[in-house]
């Protein structure tokens, strides 16, 4: 299979810069969203709380396939018009529909910060603000990061839809792999090899926070 490969290996490590460059801008982009619709889903403000809580439900509920068709072929001619390229709309699409699944996670984080902890940024003369910004957020990061291993390996393997609006990622340069050659089954199969060489590590990664997490939990219940 290797030597059957060995003329396509730009097309594939072309897709495989692609697909990481992908999957970064993703993570980057639902994480900063996710954050945001966390604190609003913690906030006072109800109007606040009520739009975020629509946001998570709206597109936790709409596949990623589907918004993503919906931003690049529905809003077509806005996209084209802003000069936004199918690249970026994958990665706001797909940020998205990743951050509303996200965001549930980051708000369990800051809701396990203890309520003496405000209590006490408000003692000192903490505004609300800055009780987010200095006691609970650096507090709510522990938790919040053996969850994220999860949406990474998603994100990597969610990146694969953006073949369907043209991105040259892994699974297009497997199509036209596949156009060339009409070799369909060992082609998959060394894309797969190659997904699971991404993914694979980020799920130990996320077990090994998790277990480092675990301990301190541990070690400060003992403490």
Known sequence: MI?????WWPLIASGL??????????AVLSTILA???SLGLVSSRRWLAVSCRAY????????ALVLLMLM????GEIVGALGISAFWVAVIALSVNQ?????????????SVSRTQWDAARAIGLSRS???????LPQAVTPAIPPSANP??????DSALASIITVPELVLAANRIIQTTFQVIPTYVAIGVVYLLLTVPLIYVGRYFEQRVARRRATAVQA
């Open 99 to 111: 951050s509303a699944y996200t965001a549930e996670s980051y708000r369990a984080a800051i809701e």
């Open 17 to 26: 810069l692609n697909t990481v460059l992908l999957a970064a801008a993703i």
């Open 72 to 75: 690049y072929f529905g809003l």
């Open 130 to 136: 800055q009780a987010y910004r200095l006691v609970v």
């Open 56 to 63: 998570v439900e709206i597109f936790r509920s709409v596949p």
């Open 3 to 7: 030597e059957y490969l060995a003329p």
């Open 152 to 157: 990474l390996v998603m994100i990597v393997k």
């Open 35 to 37: 954050i945001a619709v």
